[in-house]
């Protein structure tokens, strides 16, 4: 069990590197003014877009995280 | 005495009430004083970092960006988004290593991590000095704002003593939990600010938040998209990724982390905080709707754009709460800039490098007593004046940054950085940074073989490179060497 929970926490890692590759890799593609979306000049655009969907990736991340699990933090071994 | 006044100064009284009456029922030892007893739950650790998103810096540092350089402040939401992602990974960690070795400050979080007291000392000397420049800013902004919103009445050198008087006051008597309360109205009152500056200035002076942006592209074209020079795509790319590893490292940031109860807190924080950061978006609008209405700031006065098109379209009453609003806004993360600024000189320069013997009260008591010596030090640089506010934030951002590295290795299984690699690394990060801020060197002056779009990157990269080249070959210079190889924890 305990290399299991150490790869699905890695997988969730990495699914973590995906706002940096939208938000910061992605830029260079939309960076022009038009066209507006929601009124918005595309860069805005596509930067808050990727807000909301870190929000809906980073929420799936801790649903599925085995550390959001059982109690929370035991108490420290050590005195 | 006019109405806009009056309510800045009855706000200035109340933050000073409340932040005295949060001392109630606690005694202020060190633990209680630094971290709140470790004690906080969602809401106060929520609004401790999210303190972070909403200083004085991203009230008028932000509209201020967006009127004087438009697109190049997207940075803002992105980074603040993306330090967010780390944070659910770091945060535990770091939380966890705070409460079992019962940490208060970042230096010990090396000292424990590298076992290393040098290490702990050099961290609390770039600590404090990086929290300087951030201490000025929300003094700076806290000036401005109730200068303007006052329609004079209160000269911006008075603003920025009444300020200091007030935060030095709390904080020496509450600590964190001064803050923490403050914080709480603090964000009621900004959050509410913001989005109706955000949606009533469009709306007012250009039919629409589209309608704005229509308009701005068509007098300035490609205003609103990154420029292929100065705050270029490169630029914000490097400058995101950068700002996103270093928002943590702030000394006081770090030491918020330590007054949750629990790590679940803080992962649950680092999920929902970008939402709470999309909230800038209406910061920006209200930056965009002064460029036509407020014309013709330059230099370090684009920070005047918000509050001046308030004080141009608002009845008096209504500046008045904008300008209680900045006052509070700058008020909570003096305080807790103060706090751990004050803790890491008395725990961590004082005790750890001068006088091991000295008791928790001795230092509890002494660093109290350099809250007011700290403050003065900010003011004194406030006064002098200069520099934007979103300047200084990014050079203390740079000299943060440099802890990152050691930071996160040092949570590795096997860490290879040594205490000496993580020593020199940080060093010469350091004086990588100050060396470039001084000179005002762009990393072209550095390299000019770069291709050009290159050319924009931010330089603090080129100092965490360093960094981390130091580190790696001192840490493996040290490993070598069998006689030299440290006790690692």
């Known amino acids: 069990m305990v290399s299991l929970r150490f790869s699905r926490r890695k997988l969730l890692l990495l699914c973590s590197t995906l706002p940096f590759i939208g938000m910061v890799g992605g830029v260079p593609f939309v960076n022009r003014v038009t066209p507006f979306v929601f009124g918005l000049p595309l860069p805005l655009a596509w930067i808050t877009i990727w807000v909301l969907l870190t929000v809906a990736i980073m929420a799936g991340v801790y649903a599925l995280d085995p550390a959001n699990r059982g109690g929370d933090d035991p108490p420290d071994q050590r005195p | 005495m006019s109405v806009a006044l009056l309510i800045i100064l009855v706000a200035a009284a109340g933050a000073l009430l409340l932040g005295l009456a949060a001392r109630r029922g606690h005694d202020m030892d060190l633990e209680q004083w630094s ?105 700076t902004g806290l000036g401005i704002i109730v200068s303007i919103a006052s329609y004079g009445a209160i000269s911006r050198p008075q603003a920025v003593w009444m300020g200091a008087a007030i935060v030095t006051t709390y904080v020496m008597i509450s ?52 420029p292929a020079r100065g705050n270029s795509v490169a630029w914000f790319q490097s400058t995101v990724l950068l700002n996103a590893m270093g928002g943590f490292m702030y000394p006081h940031v770090f030491s918020s982390i330590f007054t949750a109860r629990g790590s679940r807190i803080l992962r649950r924080n680092t999920v929902v905080m970008p939402l709470y950061s999309l909230m800038l978006l209406f910061v920006f609008f209200a930056g965009f709707a002064a460029i036509q209405q407020v014309p013709g700031l330059t230099g370090a006065a684009i920070d005047l ?28 993360p003096g305080a807790v800039l103060l706090t751990a600024a004050a803790t890491m000189l008395a725990n961590d320069l004082y005790r750890a490098g001068i006088r091991p013997a000295a008791t928790n009260a001795a230092v509890t008591r002494l660093a109290k007593a350099l809250v007011p010596a700290v403050a003065m030090v900010a003011v004194f640089f406030t006064l002098r004046g200069g520099a934007t506010i979103v300047a200084l934030l990014l050079m203390g951002y740079n000299l943060v940054t440099q802890f990152f590295p050691a930071v996160a290795f040092s949570f590795a299984r096997r860490n290879p950085v040594t205490s000496r690699g993580a020593f020199c690394g940080i060093l010469a990060g350091t004086v ?23 050319r924009d990157v931010n330089v603090g990269l080129a100092a965490l490179i360093l960094n981390l080249g130091v580190t790696a070959i001192v840490s493996a210079a040290a490993s070598l060497t069998p006689a030299t190889v440290e006790t690692q924890n």
């Open chain 2, 305 to 332: 754009a918000l509050i001046k098109l308030c004080t141009q379209t608002f009845a008096p009453w209504l500046v008045g709460i904008v300008g209680a609003t900045g006052l509070l806004t700058a008020l909570v």
């Open chain 2, 175 to 226: 600590g964190m939990r001064g803050a923490a309360w403050n914080a709480v109205i603090k964000d009621i009152l900004i959050l509410t600010i913001v989005v109706f500056l955000g949606l009533y200035l469009p709306l007012h002076y250009y039919g629409g938040i589209g309608a704005m942006f229509q308009a701005i592209d068509h007098a300035k074209p490609g205003f609103l998209a990154f």
């Open chain 2, 35 to 139: 971290v709140g007893g470790r004690s906080f739950g969602t809401l106060f650790v929520f609004l401790l970092l999210a303190g972070e998103i909403y200083t004085i810096f991203s009230f008028l540092g932000a509209s201020g960006f967006i009127y004087g350089k438009g697109a190049g402040a997207y940075y803002i939401l992105a980074y603040l988004t993306l330090n967010q992602v780390i944070g659910y990974w770091l945060l535990p960690l770091v939380w966890r290593t705070a409460r079992r070795e019962h940490l208060v400050s970042q230096p010990q979080f090396f000292v424990r991590q590298y076992g290393s007291k040098p290490l702990g000392i050099l961290v609390a000397v770039v600590g404090v000095a990086a929290m300087i420049p951030y201490l000025v800013l929300q003094f």
């Open chain 2, 432 to 454: 990588c940074v100050v060396a470039i801020t001084l000179t005002n060197i762009t990393l072209f002056d550095l390299l000019p073989f770069l291709p050009v779009a290159l």
